[in-house]
Every structure is written in C-alpha cells, then in structure tokens.
C-alpha cells in the first residue's frame, strides 16, 4: 500500500474487530457476524485500508471545523477594532464583506446566503402565470415562455428552483396578470434562515485574474 506523509494524526477509528467468547470477528453489511478467518484477504485489507483513510479524513475534517472557527473569530475581532474605531461599540457588520491585503494580491470574503421558503401563495403565482401563457398561446415570446416555465420547474428535492424564480422576478412585462404573479411570488418568499460561508482568493499581480483557494468549509 502507498505510505503518505502528515502534519496530523489520525482520529482513531475503530478496528471492525468483533471478540466473543474468544474468537474474532467483523461485522458484515446485514449486521451478521463472520469469523475474521472466514473474511477474504482482499476484503479485510480493503477495510483496513478505507479505516486507515477515515482516520485521516476525520481528523482533516476536525481541523478544517477549527480553522473555519478561527477565522470568524479572528475577522469578529477586527470588526469589533473597527467599530471602536468610527466610536461604534454595538452590533456588528451583518452581510456580505471582503477583507483585502493592502497590496490587493488577497482577499478573504464573506458571504450570507438566505435560506428562503415559499408558501402556498406559489400556486396562485403558478395559476397566474399559466393564465397569461394560455392568454398569449401562439403569440407568447418563447423567451417570456421558457422564464415562466423554467421558474416553477423543482430542483432534486422538490423544491422551488430559486435562481430561475429571481429571474422571473427580474422580468420587465406590463401585463396586469403578469405582475400579479410576481407580487404572489413575492408574497410567498419567507426567508427562514441564513448561512454565511468564507471564500480565499489571491493573484499574483493587481491585474492579473483571481484564483479561488479551494477549501470546503460549507459542512465544516
């Protein structure tokens, strides 16, 4: 097996070894016991080795969660620096900001990202718009058509796809039924949470093109 080097060590994972009565075993995908001699070679190395890499994906994933930590507290703490000094002592910034190196070469950003939940008045928005559609028929704009349809289309859960329903919102159209939709759309929109999540971008010169440091903070 391929030896990899660390900084970290391994968050313990245990051994899939089962002892009763003296005998060894591990446990198989339906909860059933085998004996570890009665395992193929290839199945016990296998997991072994998945254990051996959990091992280092938990302890990675622990120490991300930290860093992750760390730089929320340590931006709250220059936020707070800030403030007192423009003699402000209460609150704190609430959406989006960057912070830059002053050579403009990093940046670390901040973004909140609404958690948003439609409500029934979606329907009546959705009875509206086909109203319009049907009203037009033939004569519909096939673009004004595709953002109406594509606007009430559901994502993998099952849910309101929410970029094509702001595009629909951002559609200029002075049909009094038209604009009846939006407002139901509108109306419907509840923002029930936010989430906020850090982006690392850097360059190597001012006009040259960002480059996104990958790390997945978003389940840390």
Sequence with gaps: MTSHTTRFEPHPVPTGIIEANGNLYMADGKGGLRAVENVPTMKRLQDEQVRKIFGFAFALAAQIARFKGHVYEDLGSFDALMMQDYGLTVGGPKGNRTYSTFDGL??????????????????????????????????????IRSIITSAFDTDKEGQINRANVFVLLNVQDDDPEFRKGQEAIRAAMHVIGSKSYLRFQHRDAYDAPWQTLTIDLASA
């Design 106 to 143: 990093m940046k670390v950003e901040v973004r909140i990202q609404d958690r948003i939940a439609y409500g029934p008045e979606m329907q009546i928005a959705k009875m509206l718009f086909d109203k319009v559609l049907n009203e037009r028929a033939a004569g519909a704009d096939p673009l």
